[in-house]
């Protein structure tokens, strides 16, 4: 993807001995006497901010801050004979103008290189170069970024080549108004209109970073901070914020953190002095064009380039050396030793900044959601590029912070929004080399034991990003397998029921059939060693024998009603497994910025009917995603799915801050603000904010797409699915009974209920129902009856209830609870006993004819026999037993059946002073 990229490259090194364990990454305020303003420059030809003029290349910018670091016009980047009013000019486009000491007439600075030279400013070496920054920094820039090659500087340091200049190693380490590390602007040259957006980049070089910033790694050169990948829009004046309180660097842009900040993983202290040559404005040298990183080319080939340091001053002379100047304005610059509290910044708690912002503009809030517009209703999850959230948010538990708060969601609503499944859509993870990507594999693997606890179905696939060999490690087969749904991976053979040849795959797609409202679903995730690029099919190899494990799952199941995931929509799925397979109605994937529906037809030639074409990915929004996912509700009887985005992350953040809760107080400082796009955004539809852009209907035949009409008759956020006649002829699924234990465990002498119940709406109206227990435990207290439903008749005895009921109007999906007391001379262990319930129903067939429907299920009804740990003489078993639990909370599966005895102080969570309470008892 083509993309404009702003970097501000800053050499930080570590001194000896100060890398430090792990970060939780909380910034700190700091007294005012722990920060002090080093440099101040406002870019304007109002009188006290600049001194001299363009016209005759004697133009100043006058430092504010008293300390005499002013800024040198630069003329070696001009051609000759150029002045510098025609690189540079001023213009009265600003950001803040009255407010402070900046007067109203202030103007900014616009840098205009011709052919990528002009004019550029520095300081002179001094003071300001002298400063390492260990007590850490705040950096203020007010710019306007235009298209321009890539690496353009916008600030930085100076440094020194070896007096043999190798390509290889020293490729960063320049002199003579080139800097070792800057602010960076650069990127494609392909833009269109004024709102193509772009990035902002934070760059860490140094001989040092490969050492001391394994994790975060650029390149396997750099260490970087980027901001949200469309957070600078072109010609728009934003203001920039990077803050280090002596251990976490922050960036903000317009007043909002960036995801993809350093901030809890790697400590980053100090800035090197760079032999006190000053810093640099609007230009920045990188590299040579066709640029050599570590010896290895664009195009990895290694080369032994070496320069001395007369050819490379050479080709920095001649324009060789480097991307093109920085292209945009500059309207004020601030560094400042230390960190500055949010009131001390140029624009104080970024007033006048955040509401400009387009995520503001959005509509839907999560006070207003509701999941099921009916009962009978029921949901499927989408979880789109996660690869940010792991690599950046990885939390103390070892998971990561933002998609543990998007699973611990879905798994906690599961039956109360009627979740059926839940398929991600690849790019879990960012890096594919050690050490970086063994680390996000493991957060990854952590966050889904939310899914595994909660027994809640779900398939993955591995994208792009996603190293093979991890993917299968940390999602094999067996991971899945104890879910209560049919689910399968590409490693299982399937059979092909066309001929009977066995297909295996390498195991990187994987199905399940799952039941949702009167269908059992078919969902199919087809990933592969491309799936990146949607070969999962190929001509040969394993990405033959992926897609032929595919084609036989489709082929054995074409009952079914089917949706199929891949990770980059492409010709291999769409012609192989969609086109051909008249069940599969639903097509997603993610991988691109963006997201949109689009109704497809297939030709003639194929046996598709149509399907929707449905692609989501949020890494590009705000926050890297800011814990999106989309929520499709299945609505059989309005015949349609209704497609909302919604970010459990900043709901819970936004509930849990006004609580002041100790989730909340855990978070990192930057993610405990609360921001508008917190408050708005929380659900997106269709066509209300262009998260999915609405729906065509794209008619595909011969040579072409033939654009049709929408769809009639929907409103926002709707997709249409007349579900009788699109899945004719497809195998409705039989009602399945459940009973439910509405309890924890069972101690003697508890009450407790169980709830008998259909998952969809049973077309009857007479039923019996026998319960079935041990007569020697639990004594059975009677039975009440779920709306609609009457009891016509109860007989209880010893181990065993039977009852009739009566459906008034001949639909019910709940029949109601059965209640229970455990004895109190049981005798209890901590174990489980049997509850069977058989109902047995009357069916009218479309024909008038009755029949009899007998239908059985199973529940485990927990016991306690009271005793628990001996937490007031505990063994080390008992510490190691709740170490394993940290974390643990009211909220986590098995709580009252687990977690909830070694909860020391009650407080519903089992933290570091329940472990302290039960070590200091040893």
Sequence with gaps: MKRMILSLILSAALAAGALAPAFAGTEREMAAEDYETLAHWVFSDEAGYSAGSLTDNSLKILDQSGRRNDLLLMTQKMPAGQNADESLSFSANVLRGASGPIGTSLRSLKFSPVSGRGAYFATAPGELDEEEFMSGYTFEIIFSARDSGQWAG???????????????????????????????????NDYTNAEVTGDLQLTFNNTNVKTHNPLTLN?????????????????????????????????????????????????????????????????????????YFNGVNNWGQTTDNLLSREEFLALERAGSLGEPQFKGEIQEIRLTKGFRPDSGLLIPNNAGVVPDRVYTDKLGNNDDVEFLARPENYNFVFVPDTQYYVQYKRDVDGGSLILNSMLKWVGDNRKKYNIFGLSHL??????????????????????????????????????????????????????????????ATSATPAVDPTNGLTRVGGGYSSYMIVRGGSYDYLVLSAG??????????????????????????????????????????????????????????????????????????????????????????????????????????????????????FSPW????????????????????????????????????????????????????????????????????VLPLDFDSRFEGLAKAAPRLSVEL???????GDYFDAAVSFDQIVASNAAGIVLNFDGTKFVYKGFEPAEGVTLLTEDGEDGAAALTLMVADGKTKSYGKARFQAKEDAAFADDASRLEVVVHYVLRG?????????????????????????????????????IDMFGRDSESPEWNSRYKRYDCNGDGRIDILDIVYVARRL
């Design 154 to 188: 916008v600030i930085g340091k100076r440094g020194t080549p070896n007096s043999a200049y190798d390509i290889r190693t020293d490729w960063h380490a320049e002199m003579d108004g080139s800097s070792q590390g800057s602010f960076n602007i650069g990127g494609s």
């Design 219 to 291: 390149n396997n050169y750099q260490s970087c901070i980027w901001s949200d990948s469309y957070g600078i829009t072109r010609d728009r004046l934003h203001y920039a914020v990077i803050r280090n309180d002596g251990v976490a660097t922050v960036l903000y842009i317009d007043g909002l953190p960036v995801l993809r900040s350093d901030n809890h993983n790697i400590p980053q202290p100090g800035i090197d002095k760079l032999d006190g040559l000053g810093w640099v404005i609007g230009a920045n040298y990188g590299y040579l064009k066709g640029a």
């Design 426 to 487: 690849g790019d879990i993870t960012e890096n594919n080399s050690s050490p970086r990507s063994d680390v996000e594999w493991a957060a990854a693997s952590k966050s889904f034991e939310i899914l595994d606890e909660a027994r809640m179905p779900y398939t993955v696939l591995p994208g792009n990003h996603d190293w093979r060999p991890n993917f299968l490690a940390a999602f094999p087969e067996s991971r899945n397998k104890d879910k209560g749904v049919e689910f």
């Design 528 to 645: 592969g060693p491309n799936s990146g690029s949607s070969n999962i099919g190929g001509v040969s190899g394993a990405q033959g024998d992926e897609l032929n494990w595919c084609l036989a799952v489709l082929r054995a199941h074409k009952d079914l009603p089917t949706i199929v995931m891949e990770h980059s929509s492409g010709n291999t799925v769409v012609n192989n497994l969609i086109n051909p397979f008249p069940q599969v109605f639903m097509h997603v994937w993610g991988h691109l910025s963006g997201s949109y529906a689009q109704w497809a037809v297939p030709g003639a030639a194929y046996a598709n009917p149509g399907y929707w074409n449905i692609q989501i990915d949020y890494q590009s929004d705000v926050y890297g995603g800011n814990g999106w996912l989309d929520v499709f509700e299945f609505d059989e009887a309005a015949g349609t799915i209704t497609a909302r985005t």
């Design 650 to 717: 900043a709901a819970r953040k936004l509930k849990e801050s006004a609580t002041g809760s100790s989730w909340w107080k855990s978070l990192p400082r930057q993610d405990q603000a609360v921001y508008p796009f917190d408050v708005k955004n929380l659900t997106r539809y269709l066509e209300d904010s262009s998260v999915l852009t609405g729906y065509k209907n794209t008619v595909s035949g011969g040579s072409g797409l033939v654009t049709g009409n929408k769809p009639g008759g929907a409103g926002a956020g």
């Design 742 to 748: 509405e309890t924890g465990t069972v101690k003697k």
């Design 846 to 882: 479309n024909d008038g004819d009755k029949s009899i429907i007998a239908v059985t299920a199973e529940g485990s009804i927990l016991t306690d026999s009271g005793e628990g740990p001996n937490l007031e003489a505990p063994t080390l078993i008992d510490l190691s037993d709740i």
